[in-house]
Structures are given as C-alpha cells and as structure tokens.
C-alpha cells in the first residue's frame, strides 16, 4: 500500500522567512496531493492541493510543488507570519479515494 | 450546511466500556471516513465507507465496528474499551462524484480510557 514520509518533523523559522516541507511517496498510481493545516486542538483544514497533471500550484503565500518521477512533492510557505505555527499534514490519494498521510511537520515562526 | 458533525466531544472511558461515536454530515457526500490522531502524530484511517450498506477496513481496524445505513451517518462503535484506544477520532467524508476533491473533516472527539 501507499506510504507518505514528511520532513523535517519540526520546523521553527524567524517571521518573514520562507518555509518548505517535503513529502514522498510510494505508490506511483497516487495522483491527488492535499496539504492540511492542523490548529492546536482543531480539526485538520485544507490549505492547497495539486494534482499529478499539474507541476506546481500557488496560492498568495502558499504553494506546491510536485515531482512525479521522483516521487515527491513540497510546500513552501512566503513570508511566514505567526499565525502560520501549526502542524502541517501531506496526503496522497489514488483517485480521490482512500488518503494516506504524512505524520506531520510541526512549524513555528518565531516573531 | 453544517458539513460534517461529530458527537460527543469528549469522553473518558473506563477498560472495558463500550461506547459509540457519532459522525453525520448534511452534503449527501458518499465516501465517509474515520481516522484515529494518536498524539503527535498524524491520521490513521480505521474504517471507511463508499455507501449506504457498504464498510471496509483501513489501516487500523482491530478493537472497533462501523456501520453505514443511511448517506448521512456513520457511527464508530467501540465494544471494549482499551488504554490503546486514547486518541482523537476525526470523520471525514468526500463527494467522489467531483472527482479528485478534499476531505472535509469534523471537528473531533478526544477519547480518553483509563
């Protein structure tokens, strides 16, 4: 089955600097790759995704990037803000079915 | 629409209790989902759901049921409660009628067995 590794675990970044986390995965037939921002205490909301006919996605601040042959696919997050500290979650999905996930990166910027 | 309404959400569980969770949503999405959130760490799917009548398992199935009889509700029954079983429980569902689209998730139950 599918299997999702995410890097680094944590991630503290000084307000204003970028941040990226890495995701891998297995399975070549995943083709959907959401990213999910988890609030202390609240449920996991979606931030942005891309799908494998797509290379690269942004959204103001927010994008991702996708590697298909290598497998792999990044977040980047411009001019962090304080209200970006968060656990930040990849999933990988066949077909918009059944989604694995990474075990998460726990991101603080420092103001 | 309310989306995705999970209930109770908190419970404290003593070894061997049972206790059913409860997870509705109102955008008549077919695909329905329950994952467990150990602390610190990410999702890990214990059962799902494409339909009314029809239930399969995930990842970590052992220690509990689910049911799925009508497009709106899918409970999670746990028939003996374990120490293991502390988690927080998120359903989620997804329209796969749209294709490739995100999972909406409910806001949770933070389940605690002593």
């Known amino acids: 089955g599918e299997n999702v590794e995410q890097h680094p675990s944590t991630l503290s970044v000084q307000e204003g600097d970028s941040a990226v986390i890495k995701c891998t995965y297995s399975?070549?037939?995943?083709?959907?790759f959401p990213w999910y921002k988890q609030e202390l205490g609240k449920r996991p909301q979606l931030i942005i995704d891309?799908?494998?006919?797509?290379g690269e996605k942004k959204d103001q601040r927010i994008a991702v990037t996708l590697n298909k042959t290598a497998k792999h696919f990044s977040l980047h997050i411009t001019e962090t803000q304080p209200e970006d500290s968060a656990v930040y979650f990849c999933?990988?999905?066949?077909?918009?079915?059944?989604?694995?996930f990474g075990p998460g990166t726990r991101l603080s910027v420092l103001p | 629409n309310a989306g995705v309404t999970q209930t109770p959400k908190f419970r404290i569980l003593k070894i061997g209790q049972s206790m059913t969770l409860q997870c509705t949503q109102d955008?008549?999405?077919?695909?329905m989902y329950w994952y467990r959130q150990d602390p610190g760490m990410g999702l890990k799917l214990i059962y799902y759901?494409?339909?009314?009548?029809?239930?399969d398992k995930g990842e970590v199935p052992n220690g509990y049921n689910v049911s799925r009889s009508t497009t709106e509700d899918f409970p999670l029954r746990l028939e003996l409660a374990a120490p293991s079983q502390t988690s927080v429980y998120f359903c989620?569902?997804?329209?796969?009628?749209?294709?490739?689209?995100?999972?909406?998730f409910g806001n949770g139950t933070r389940l605690t067995v002593t």
């Open positions: 999933a990988a999905s066949r077909n918009g079915q059944n989604f694995v």
């Open positions: 955008m008549n999405h077919n695909y």
């Open positions: 759901s494409v339909g009314a009548g029809i239930t």
């Open positions: 989620a569902s997804i329209d796969r009628g749209q294709g490739r689209s995100p999972l909406h």
């Open positions: 399975d070549s037939a995943s083709n959907y």
């Open positions: 891309i799908r494998s006919n797509v």
